[in-house]
Antibody, heavy 121, light 110 residues
Framework: QVQLVQSGAEVKKPGASVRVSCKASGYTFTNYGISWLRQAPGQGPEWMGWINTYDGNTKYAQNFQGRVTVTTDTSTSTAYMDVSSLRSDDTAVYYC??????????????WGRGTLVTVSS | HSALTQPASVSGSPGQSITISCSGTSSDIGAYNFVSWFQQHPGKAPQLIIFDVSNRPSGLSDRFSGSKSGNTASLTISGLQADDEADYYCSSYTTKKSPIFGTGTKVTVL
């Protein structure tokens, strides 16, 4: 069955960076993209960015351009998201999700269990 | 694009039907038939329950159905059950070539 296993919770100080990992199993990793989303307390999900796991092409939401980097290691079927210059309002649960290509749209059909990132001085 | 607008809460008794609305604009819901719905139980990841406005993933209960009219999408849950108590989020592809999500609706089974 499709599984996306994310790394554990992180506590960071303002200005620091964080890396969240997402290890996929149960399907051919390079046949689907990976999206990264976050959900602040009491709010709906917010899409942050996407990577084509086959060729490494990326796309980012305007709000996160320049501060978020998404990469993959196809040898281990793992995706990574780096967020820099963390602020207190970056405190949220961060999710990876498998992306199905429905051109022009994509569909996030399976989600990881989430990684809580807390930014606090 | 700000978040799609959903009612904060909807409630119903077991066996009843409820409908959750999701209001957008001509740049998202009104522009494409790429509306999805997700169910999220407390502390869990969102689970896809409807995609492409009205399609259900394989194996999902037919008690969940979706529709769209103009800039508004709707999710109907029929035969309400205790396990349906959760948060529900809509999502739509947008003309900015990225998805946008709704504000979320808490469903309470009375």
């Amino acid at each position: 069955q499709v599984q996306l296993v994310q790394s554990g919770a992180e506590v960071k100080k303002p200005g620091a960076s964080v890396r969240v990992s997402c290890k996929a199993s149960g399907y051919t990793f390079t046949n689907y993209g990976i999206s990264w989303l976050r959900q602040a307390p009491g709010q709906g999900p917010e899409w942050m960015g996407w990577i084509n796991t086959y060729d490494g092409n990326t796309k980012y939401a305007q709000n996160f351009q320049g501060r978020v980097t998404v990469t993959t290691d196809t040898s281990t079927s793992t995706a990574y998201m780096d967020v820099s210059s963390l602020r207190s309002d970056d405190t949220a649960v961060y999710y990876c999700a498998r992306d199905v290509n429905l051109a022009p749209a994509t569909l996030q059909d399976y989600w990881g269990r989430g990684t809580l990132v807390t930014v606090s001085s | 694009h700000s978040a799609l607008t959903q009612p904060a809460s909807v409630s119903g008794s077991p066996g009843q039907s409820i409908t959750i609305s999701c209001s957008g604009t001509s740049s998202d819901i009104g522009a494409y038939n790429f509306v999805s719905w997700f169910q999220q139980h407390p502390g869990k990841a969102p689970q896809l329950i409807i995609f492409d406005v009205s399609n259900r993933p394989s194996g999902l209960s037919d008690r969940f159905s979706g529709s769209k009219s103009g800039n508004t999408a709707s999710l109907t849950i029929s035969g309400l059950q205790a396990d349906d108590e959760a948060d529900y989020y809509c999502s739509s592809y947008t003309t900015k070539k990225s998805p946008i999500f709704g504000t979320g609706t808490k469903v309470t089974v009375l």
